[in-house]
């Protein structure tokens, strides 16, 4: 079965530092790979998505990630981080073909400090 | 275009009464799906619907169960309600088959 692994539970960062959240899968073939963040009480929202192509893909609010078939990750970056940011981020994968059935991480929760 | 809407938002509901969820899609998406977000279980995938059709199906009892209506509108319905059930309940909408998916804010669910 597959399965994604975001090994930091809580990462702290002061504003304006660059930020790197980590994310492994595991899974026969390349999935479809997805970032969404969670704001306390909200629903998720999506920030970027993998499916083919480039391996490195922009997303909104200046995120970025990186595909990386080798290391089977695909790790989350924003150059500097604003104190908006701080949030629960989950990484999720889907079966190539098909985005609807997400298996989740267990999330990282980023605290942002001024 | 307005995203995927749920209500109610909030919900407590007595152990062994049932309840239902109701899911609003972004206009012109197909696909519904929802998920169980708890603490200890974290987000789990409860099934998927698309032209009124169960398409997936995650590992939950047969107590839970959806469907969808013509105008892809969803429902959710969870019977003979336990304490586990407690839960944000997350739809979330995609155009079509392969397509990103876009949640909504959820139902938040108290079982007591």
């Known amino acids: 079965a597959q399965s994604v692994t975001q090994p930091d539970i809580h990462i702290t960062v002061s504003e304006g530092a660059s930020l790197e959240l980590r994310c492994n899968y595991s899974?026969?073939?390349?999935?479809?790979l997805f970032w969404y963040v969670q704001s306390p009480g909200q629903g998720l929202q999506l920030l970027l998505k993998?499916?083919?192509?480039?391996?490195l893909v922009q997303g909104i609010k200046g995120f970025e990630a990186e595909f990386k078939r080798s290391q089977s990750s695909f790790n989350l970056r924003k150059p500097s981080v604003h104190w908006s940011d701080a949030a629960e981020y989950f990484c999720?994968?889907?079966?190539?073909?098909?985005?609807?059935?997400?298996?989740f991480g267990t999330g990282t929760r980023l605290q942002v400090t001024l | 275009k307005a995203g995927v809407t749920q209500t109610p938002r909030y919900l407590i509901k007595t152990r062994g009464q049932q309840v239902t969820l109701s899911c609003s899609p972004i206009?012109?998406?197909?696909?519904v799906s929802w998920y169980q977000q708890t603490p200890g279980q974290g987000l789990q995938f409860l099934f998927e619907?698309?032209?009124?059709?169960?398409?997936n199906k995650g590992n939950f009892p047969g107590r839970f169960s959806g469907r969808q209506f013509s105008n892809s509108r969803s429902e959710m319905n969870v019977s003979t309600l336990e304490l586990g059930d407690s839960a944000l309940y997350l739809c979330?909408?995609?155009?079509?088959?392969?397509?990103?998916?876009?949640f909504g804010p959820g139902t938040r669910l108290t079982v007591t």
């Open positions: 979330a909408s995609s155009l079509e088959f392969g397509y990103e998916q876009y």
């Open positions: 899974y026969g073939a390349t999935p479809y």
């Open positions: 993998y499916f083919s192509g480039d391996t």
């Open positions: 999720a994968v889907a079966l190539t073909g098909t985005a609807s059935k997400l298996t």
């Open positions: 206009s012109g998406h197909r696909s």
């Open positions: 619907y698309f032209s009124e059709t169960q398409r």
